[in-house]
């Protein structure tokens, strides 16, 4: 699948929100919502600084998509997130009924999008989720790898 100049510039949007979740010591997981050619809500990991399980970029930005629309289905909608999703994620994607996601990383220790399973595509699930992987990887990974390097040695230091 080509990825195309539009692709990236969405891409960067969901890169500067993994940024804000690294400003916050979080996982530096961003993620954007485009419906016709325009972000219509961001969402960046928020786990630790929330206390909630379920602050992960996606469905805080699903949140924030089907409020804007007014309406829980997110039909005509685009995901662009910087790490692939985990199952809780994936299958909030299914549920929206986003038409596709845009990956920039996978996520070979959690990744439900192709990794370890691809839960938005089960053929008798009532809807599936066209997969666009490797936008801007590079960028993406080296994000969470700087991460978790700091992580590491933050821990040392701590011993």
């Given at each position: 699948m080509d990825i195309n100049a539009m692709d990236k510039k969405f891409m960067l949007k969901a890169l500067a929100q993994a940024k804000k979740a690294y400003a916050l010591n979080e996982v530096p997981i961003g993620c954007v919502i485009v419906k016709d050619g325009k972000v219509i809500s961001s969402g960046y990991n928020r786990r630790r600084t929330d206390c909630s399980t379920l602050a992960h970029a996606e469905?805080?930005?699903?949140?924030?998509?089907?409020?804007?629309?007014?309406?829980?289905?997110?039909?005509?909608?685009?995901?662009?997130?910087t790490l692939e999703p985990c199952q809780m994620c994936a299958g909030a994607l299914?549920?929206?009924?986003?038409?596709?996601?845009?990956?920039?990383?996978?996520?070979?220790?959690?990744?439900?999008?192709?990794?370890?399973?691809?839960?938005?595509?089960?053929?008798?699930?009532?809807?599936?989720?066209?997969i666009c992987c490797g936008v801007l990887q590079e960028e993406c990974s080296e994000l969470l790898s700087?991460?978790?390097?700091?992580?590491?040695?933050?821990?040392?230091?701590?011993l």
């Open positions: 469905l805080i930005a699903i949140k924030k998509a089907s409020k804007k629309l007014g309406d829980w289905r997110l039909e005509g909608c685009s995901m662009y997130v299914v549920q929206s009924r986003i038409d596709k996601v845009y990956i920039g990383a996978m996520n070979p220790k959690a990744g439900c999008a192709g990794s370890l399973l691809n839960l938005l595509n089960v053929p008798v699930f009532n809807h599936q989720v066209e700087s991460f978790f390097k700091e992580l590491r040695e933050s821990r040392k230091r701590d």
